[in-house]
Structures are given as structure tokens and as C-alpha cells.
């Protein structure tokens, strides 16, 4: 139980590395990761959600660390501001995802239209909500509530790990390959170094991990059908 428990406080280390990679421009020089400046109208809310970001990965380090020291009830009462966190995640994330593409439509984003991407910036957005709904709502039973708190990190990850250069010559510069491919392969790692240290199948995060799979490579398939354009059109138009 003990190795256990270092696991989520090892990944959530992990995280935040990954997180520091990826959007050390932004955290340094407040600007995209191409080096070019983040257009002031909509640099508040890309700083609130930078900062949201970051404080949900410094959060899930933190209370793994508290679980693994068995500090449970200071664990269980710092839970409650994952909900804050969250909500300031969500939002600030369907926020930047719609503003960034009304101003640059034409830009283009890992061979995807700008329009197009909006979905998978959505999906990412979704599949974090449902991880931590579910997370919070099973926060008795540690099976279930610990995968999924894990899963809502994994979600988000990939807008860290695709800006990370050193990726780009393993997963390419294109679809979903290149722009989830690092973060699923880290989770089906962490799923088999889990697996092999507890000796034990984890359903929960397995069945999780296939859900968000299968939700992010359908997503980039969606964005380019007929029908996702005409959407994306209505949406960009609000």
C-alpha cells in the first residue's frame, strides 16, 4: 500500500515537469510557445488558466504527498478546493479555446485548421469535468477516487507535452498521433508500472484510460467532418 500510494506523488511529480516543459515560454516570457506574443485582449484569460493549470498539478502533488505521509485529514479538508480549481479549469479552458480561434482562424495546429481543433480543445475540457465529477463523487472510496483524480491530470496533460520540441522527432508534427500520442503513451506506462508494483489489475484507471483514449482520437476524427464545420462556424459566431 505504501508503494502504492509514492506512485501518485511520483506521477503527479511527473506532471508538473511535464507541465514546466511544455509552457516554460509562457511561465518566463509570457508568450506562446513559438516565442510570438499572446495578443493582449485575450492574454487575462489565457493567464487565468495558466494559472488554474498549474495550480490544479501543485494541488494533485500536494495531497498525494499528504496520503503518502498518511496525513489523510488534512488530505480530506484541502480536497474541497479541487472543486474551485476545477471550475477554474474548465472555464478558463472552454474560454481560451473559443477566443484564440475567433482571432486566428487561419492558424493551424498540428496539420488541423484552428476551427477544427476547437473539439479536441473541448473534449479536453470534458473529459477533465467528468474525471473530476467522478473523482469527487467517489472520494470515500479510494479504488475509484484515486485513478480518477490521476485521469484528470492525463486529460490536460496533452497541451503541455505537445509543446514539448524533444517529442516531436518520436510523435511528428501532426493529428492525433503527435498531439495525444505522448500522453497516452505515459499513461499506458504509468498503467503497467502500477500494475507491476501492486501486482494487481487496476480496472478503474484502465477502463478510464480507454474511455479517454477512444474520446480523444474520435474528437480529431469528428473535427473534420461537414458537420463539426458547420458547428464550429455557429459556436465562433456567439
Known amino acids: 500500500m505504501r508503494i502504492d500510494r509514492f506512485f501518485y506523488s511520483g506521477s503527479a511529480a511527473v506532471f508538473l515537469l511535464l507541465l514546466l516543459a511544455g509552457f516554460h515560454p509562457f511561465f518566463l516570457h509570457r ?31 500536494a495531497q498525494s504527498l499528504l ?28 474560454l481560451v479555446a473559443v477566443r484564440s480561434v475567433q482571432l486566428t482562424p487561419g492558424f493551424v495546429f498540428f496539420n488541423m485548421e484552428y476551427p477544427r481543433f476547437l473539439l479536441a480543445m473541448f473534449m479536453e475540457m470534458a473529459m477533465f469535468t467528468a474525471f473530476l465529477t467522478t ?5 470515500k472510496k479510494p479504488g475509484i477516487h484515486r485513478p480518477m483524480m490521476l485521469l484528470t491530470g492525463l486529460a490536460i496533460l496533452p497541451g503541455a507535452t505537445a509543446r514539448v520540441p524533444m517529442l516531436y522527432p518520436v510523435f511528428g508534427h501532426s493529428g492525433w498521433v503527435g498531439l495525444f500520442g505522448p500522453a497516452f503513451c505515459l499513461g499506458a506506462l504509468l498503467l503497467l508500472f502500477r500494475q507491476g508494483m501492486t501486482r494487481k489489475f487496476d480496472l478503474w484507471f484502465a477502463g478510464g484510460y480507454a474511455i479517454w483514449i477512444v474520446a480523444y482520437i474520435a474528437s480529431t476524427s469528428l473535427s473534420l467532418t461537414d458537420t463539426w464545420s458547420r458547428m464550429a462556424t455557429r459556436i465562433l459566431a456567439l
Open 31 to 61: 508568450t506562446h510557445f513559438d516565442g510570438s506574443a499572446i495578443d493582449p485582449s485575450i492574454f487575462w484569460i489565457v493567464a487565468v488558466h495558466g494559472i488554474a493549470i498549474t495550480a490544479w498539478f501543485v494541488l494533485f502533488l
Open 67 to 94: 496520503i503518502a505521509v498518511r496525513n489523510r485529514k488534512l488530505h480530506m479538508t484541502l480536497g474541497w478546493s479541487a472543486i474551485a480549481v476545477g471550475i477554474a479549469v474548465a472555464g478558463s479552458g472552454t
Open 135 to 139: 473523482g469527487i463523487v467517489m472520494r
